[in-house]
Nanobody
């Protein structure tokens, strides 16, 4: 089992910035993928950004150039720096962790972009 604890999120005006963080603990194997998904009301959960243990990164087209994912492998944490936030970034953001055993999710943190 893997436990994920998220922090960050909140209310921000359009054009503002927020930072999300997620710490993983438990049965963490060397090969894994860790990152962020989001789900807006009435919509499916979509990938935002993920980073593999090998260092490869994938971003959703809608956040490229605005969001940056980073990892601290020693601490098993992943962060998402979100800049130039838009109304359409409003969603519940979920930390995700996947390894050979399974896929795990955080409890979700609300990000609201509104003036």
């Amino acid at each position: 089992q893997v436990q994920l604890v998220e922090s960050g999120g909140g209310l921000v005006q359009p054009g503002g910035s927020l930072r999300l963080s997620c710490a993983a603990s438990g049965s963490i194997f060397s090969t894994h993928v860790m990152g962020w998904y989001r789900q807006a009301p009435g919509k499916q959960r979509d990938l935002v950004a993920v980073k593999t243990s090998g260092g490869s990164t994938t971003y959703a087209d809608s956040v490229k150039g605005r969001f940056t994912i980073s990892r601290d492998s020693a601490k098993n944490t992943v962060s998402l720096q979100m800049n130039s936030l838009k109304d359409e970034d409003t969603a519940v953001y979920y930390c995700s962790f996947r390894n050979v055993v399974g896929e795990y999710w955080g409890q979700g943190t609300q990000v609201t972009v509104s003036s």
